[in-house]
Structures are given as structure tokens and as C-alpha cells.
């Protein structure tokens, strides 16, 4: 029986498992929480950090593995495409993978080619940033973000005129999320229309596929830039959905990439520019992989696990999408003790197809600053484009958090 090494067992992580023994795998599963909920389902478990690529790569060669999957983690990314090149398993080349899961060697990256992007400015200390950002450096309002962190952490809007305290604060907020200690700061880029969301994957260097939506966030969250939600289809023209498809693919052609699931942080501005604000080489969190299969048919999940494997994959085509699909991140603005979650009646008898909310009465919550915060994801159908974006935009009629 082939042998696949799974990094990371979180709640979301389980359904990697879960499809790597369907497929007839022997699980080896790592991850630094001893209580994580994935060491329940995988056939072997390792307490160990999934960033620590040495230790890793000593794991995978003891075990004898096959394969090496980060399903929807972006530090342990990494790590599995160290893994794979060293054993010559299948994977992308590291130095392409780091590329992409560090914003300041992205951005680099992005401008020699002549890709859109923002001006932007990598620091390993705060005063420098601080210098700059006072200075004539940046002509508009930043964002501030730490180079090597996902789910929205440590990101901040530095607006022109803001107190020099705040502007502080937040720079310090995005240095302390940082593994590296190097924050980056960059332009904003005004956006047109939403945010897009999505993930791909592709086979042999080509996007074979893409799935594209809308994120949403809460405005009042006190980080409004972790996304809330992300609805599918895409509110744009399948014309404006080529020409990202175009420049992804010719990121990945620049990058030699192979075969392997992205997930995307795009934006367009008013003349239709593309910027590819993050490209990250593993499937989407908060289940997006889970709502792209329910509007398409195709499951990420299973092409993450034989990519990493090196099954084929040749079969997968961009396909049709049907219907209006959306995750939604259950969050609470306030930290405290959970005393409940209420749901409209209509929206649990007419739109939640599936609930994946962990945390119950009497729990701990945080006051949602990143991904990690939240209480747990709905996957949620609807009639209509119009009542897709309006119940994902207006999340505040129809659920509410109820805490002490």
C-alpha cells in the first residue's frame, strides 16, 4: 500500500485524510498540537512541527512515503515541496514555492515580470517602516502585512493622516505575526467590484482548472480583511475571467510550476487590470475546496491528494458551474464565553446545505482578527446571484452571535 504524509490535522485538514484513505492510501499524519482532531482518522500520527523541514524530510524517509500533501496550509507548503524535492517525489520546485508563500519575494517576483502590482516595500524593522511611511515613499494609503503569514493575520490599513500611535501599533502587529520577522508594506489598490476569491489546480504547468468568486468581509470585524465569505460565481464576465486565467497561467509558466492546487487573493481595478495580490500553492481554507465541488462537480480535495501522488489527473477540464454557492465563516466581533448561535429559520430550512460550526455553548471565542478565529463555516446554496450577494454582504440579518 502506498504511503502519503499529510501535514496538519486540523478540523478543516480532516477531510484531506479522510480522501487519502478512500483512495486507498496509508496515512501518515504531522502536526505540533498533541489534541489535534486529525490524528483521530490518520492511520499513523507524528507529534511533530510541520515547518521544521528537517524533521519532516527524516519522517518521510523512515516511513518510506510515497507522497507529501499541505492541504490548506501555507507554512507547511513549504515544507512538502522541500520533502518532495530531496526525495524526488512528486511536487513543485521549492524555490518557486517560496516564492509564493513569501510577499515580499512575490512582489519581487511580480514586478521584474511586469505583472500589475502594487508598490510595495519589505522590513525588518519597524522604524525604518515607520520612516517610510511618514516620508514621501508611498503616495497613497499602505497596507501593512507580516511576509509569511496566511489567513489574513497581522494585516492592517494605514490610512494618510492616522496617529503616529496607530500606525505603530499596527506595523507592530504585523511584525509580531511574522515567522521571519520582516513585515511588508505596499500600496493600496482600489478594488473594482469584489475581491475574487477561488482556487485551481494544474497539470503539467497548465491551469486546467479555476473556479473564481467573490470574497466578502465584515467591515466592522476588528480585522475587516479577513474574508467573512466567498460566493461562487464570480459576478464578472467570463471575459474578465480569461484574462485572470491568462496571467495566472502565465505566473505559473514564469514559475515552472507542475501539477497542484492554488488557492487565489485577486483583484481588478476600474480598467480591468489584473493583480495578483496572493497566489498560494495549496487548496483554499474555510472550505472552498467543499463549495467549489458542490458548483462544479470537481473535487480539489482528491486532486490535491493524487497530485501529491502523482496520479493523473488529465481527466479534470474547467467544466460548467451550476448554481450560487458560498461558504460563510460564523465569527464574533468581541471575544468572550459562546452562549449561542442563532441562524434565521429560513436560512437553516432554505440555504445551509452543510454546517461545520465546532464551537458550542459555554467555549472560549475570539474577537475575529484572522481565520483562526472563526467559530466554524456553513456551506450555504441560493436562488440567485442578487440573493447570494445580498445575504453574504448583510450576514447581520440572518445570524448572531450571543456571548458574555
Known amino acids: ?114 505583472f500589475f502590482t502594487p508598490k510595495a516595500q519589505c522590513y525588518g524593522t519597524i522604524k525604518a517602516a515607520f520612516e517610510d511611511i511618514m516620508g514621501n515613499i508611498f503616495r497613497r494609503s499602505v497596507i501593512v502585512k507580516p511576509v509569511d503569514s496566511s489567513g489574513s493575520k497581522g494585516v492592517s490599513h494605514i490610512k494618510k493622516g492616522e496617529s503616529n500611535k496607530t500606525i505603530l501599533e499596527k506595523l507592530e502587529n504585523a511584525m509580531n505575526n511574522s515567522r521571519r520577522k520582516y513585515i511588508i508594506v505596499e500600496e493600496f489598490v482600489e478594488k473594482y467590484g469584489y475581491q475574487i476569491a477561488g482556487d485551481g489546480l494544474s497539470v503539467n504547468g497548465r491551469l486546467v482548472f479555476r473556479c473564481f468568486g467573490n470574497d466578502h468581509f465584515d467591515l466592522d470585524a476588528p480585522n475587516p480583511f479577513v474574508p467573512i465569505a466567498a460566493s461562487f460565481p464570480y459576478n464578472m464576465p467570463d ?59 470537481v473535487d ?51 440555504n445551509i446545505v452543510d454546517n461545520y460550526i465546532k464551537k458550542k455553548k459555554g467555549d472560549k471565542i475570539n474577537a475575529f482578527s484572522g481565520a483562526n478565529d472563526t467559530l466554524g463555516c456553513l456551506i450555504m446554496k441560493f436562488d440567485s446571484m442578487n440573493q447570494m450577494l445580498e445575504m453574504m454582504d448583510n450576514s447581520h440579518n440572518w445570524v448572531e452571535i450571543r456571548g458574555k
Open 239 to 297: 471575459r474578465v475571467q480569461e484574462k485572470i486565467h491568462s496571467e495566472i497561467q502565465r505566473l505559473l509558466t514564469l514559475l515552472g510550476m507542475k501539477t497542484g492546487t492554488y488557492n487565489f487573493d485577486l483583484r481588478i481595478d476600474k480598467d480591468f487590470n489584473v493583480y495578483l495580490m496572493e497566489v498560494a500553492p495549496r487548496n483554499g481554507g474555510n472550505y472552498i475546496p467543499q463549495v467549489i465541488r458542490y458548483a462544479t462537480g
Open 300 to 350: 480539489l480535495v482528491e486532486c490535491a491528494i493524487k497530485a501529491a501522488m502523482g496520479d493523473d489527473l488529465s481527466h479534470i477540464t474547467l467544466g460548467i458551474q451550476n448554481g450560487f454557492w458560498s461558504y460563510y465563516a460564523v465569527h464574533s466581533n468581541y471575544g468572550g464565553i459562546l452562549d449561542n448561535i442563532v441562524l434565521r429559520d429560513s436560512v437553516k430550512q432554505n
Open 1 to 114: 500500500m502506498k504511503k502519503i504524509l499529510l501535514l496538519g490535522g486540523s478540523a478543516q485538514q480532516i477531510v484531506a485524510i479522510e480522501t487519502a484513505k478512500r483512495l486507498g492510501y496509508y496515512t501518515v499524519l504531522c502536526d505540533y498540537l498533541a489534541d489535534n482532531p486529525g490524528r483521530n482518522f490518520a492511520d499513523k500520527f507524528y507529534l511533530k512541527s510541520t515547518t521544521d523541514k528537517e524533521i519532516i524530510l527524516n519522517i518521510a524517509k523512515k516511513e518510506n512515503i510515497d507522497g507529501v500533501v499541505a492541504y490548506a496550509s501555507e507554512p507547511a507548503a513549504l515544507t512538502a515541496a522541500y520533502v518532495s524535492e530531496n526525495l524526488g517525489l512528486p511536487g513543485n520546485p521549492y524555490k518557486s514555492v517560496e516564492i509564493l508563500c513569501n510577499k515580499d519575494k512575490f512582489r519581487e517576483f511580480l514586478t521584474i515580470h511586469g
